[in-house]
Nanobody, 122 residues
Framework: QVQLAESGGGSVEAGESLRLSCTYI?????MAWFRQAPGKEREGVAA????????FHTDSVKGRFTMSQDNAKNTMYLQMNDLKPEDTGMYYC??????????????????WGKGTLVTVSS
């Protein structure tokens, strides 16, 4: 059983930075960050193959967000720089036992965290 817990959300102004953390109990094949803005569908933000450390980021955050891992701390991070109002939303940590990003964010997720809220004001 994989357990996930996000932290690090908050309210910031445009151009500022936040770092989200996801602590996990029991690792898995792939971990990811998704977000859901008010009134919109949940979308993939970043994903990482745990064994290789290869990470992928959605186009809208490339160059601004970076997903990383610290295996010694059982923690995944999402460093978010130059935040924009459109980055506002609930951010979820997710884990997949068998699948990961391969050109599409529609891969099976087996575990979800409860989410952490990010609000970016202009």
């Amino acid at each position: 059983q994989v357990q996930l817990a996000e932290s690090g959300g908050g309210s910031v102004e445009a151009g500022e930075s936040l770092r989200l953390s996801c602590t996990y109990i029991n690792t898995t094949f792939c971990m990811a960050w998704f977000r859901q803005a008010p009134g919109k569908e949940r979308e993939g933000v970043a994903a990482m193959y745990i064994r290789s450390g290869d990470a992928f980021h959605t186009d809208s955050v490339k160059g601004r967000f970076t997903m990383s891992q610290d295996n010694a701390k059982n923690t995944m991070y999402l460093q978010m720089n130059d935040l924009k109002p459109e980055d506002t939303g609930m951010y979820y940590c997710a884990a997949s036992k068998y699948d990961c990003y391969h050109g599409s964010w529609s891969f099976d997720i087996n575990y979800w965290g409860k989410g952490t809220l990010v609000t970016v004001s202009s």
